[in-house]
């Protein structure tokens, strides 16, 4: 059972948009920054979105992040073939003094 | 080009002791934080630990306290996880990942290729 709660699934066609929700606690998400990660098939994960919203360099702006209370979003327009892969959150949570991650998701473009 | 590069795979039995590395190369390897990330066959993600090679700080997830030691050799720019006695469970990817400057806290924003243990009798 992981701190941070994902759904395990999400799909979309070719062009479409398509959120991620990541639900946390006031430990985790509720006071501190989310942090997403992209792992392709057989990969290292690869960090998505830092600091809530904040693409580093080379990542396409189709990739957007957001945050509200104790939850986040990961959003991907323009969704492409490529995009297909497990999606995780992640946050520092204070009590466990220790980065938590959320369960996974797994997108697949249909 | 900044990189950590890992460890290659390792196949040991239940009960054997177990040490992989983690170079880091292309910064300044004692500035940045050092994390170690386990992913079990088909699973996700976990946060097993953090080190900060420039006084060797670490912090360790609640889960992994006492089953694993991290720790690092600034001198060659490597991280190593190490098990005393591993156990079939311990069979994983691991992640080696650079975490921030500062604090425990920030993204990974680096990782290695990973280095799958398995452990079979």
């Known amino acids: 059972q992981s701190v941070l709660t994902q759904p395990p699934s999400a799909s979309g066609t070719p062009g479409q948009r398509v959120t991620i929700s990541c639900s946390g606690s006031s430990s985790n998400i509720g006071s501190n920054t989310v942090n997403w990660y992209q792992q392709l098939p057989g990969t290292a994960p690869k960090l998505l979105i830092y600091?809530?919203?904040q693409r580093p360099s080379g990542v396409p702006d189709r990739f957007s992040g957001s945050k509200s209370g104790t939850s986040a979003s990961l959003a991907i327009s323009g969704l492409q073939s490529e995009d297909e892969a497990d999606y995780y959150c992640a946050a520092w949570d204070d009590s466990l003094n220790g980065q938590v991650f959320g369960g996974g998701t797994k997108l697949t473009v249909l | 080009e900044v990189q950590l590069v890992q460890s290659g795979a390792e196949v040991k039995k239940p009960g054997e002791s177990l040490k992989i590395s983690c170079k880091g190369s292309?910064?300044?390897?004692?500035?940045?934080?050092i994390g170690w990330v386990r992913q079990m066959p088909g699973k996700g993600l976990e946060w097993m630990g953090i080190i900060y090679p420039g006084d060797s700080d670490t912090r360790y997830s609640p889960s992994f306290q006492g089953q694993v030691t991290i720790s690092a050799d600034k001198s060659i720019s490597t991280a190593y996880l190490q098990w005393s006695s591993l156990k079939a469970s311990d069979t994983a990817m691991y992640y080696c990942?650079?975490?921030?400057?500062?604090?425990?806290?920030?993204?990974?924003?680096?990782w290695g290729q990973g280095t799958m243990v398995t452990v079979s009798s």
């Open positions: 292309g910064y300044s390897f004692t500035s940045y934080w």
């Open positions: 990942a650079r975490g921030g400057g500062y604090y425990p806290t920030d993204a990974f924003d680096i």
């Open positions: 600091s809530n919203n």
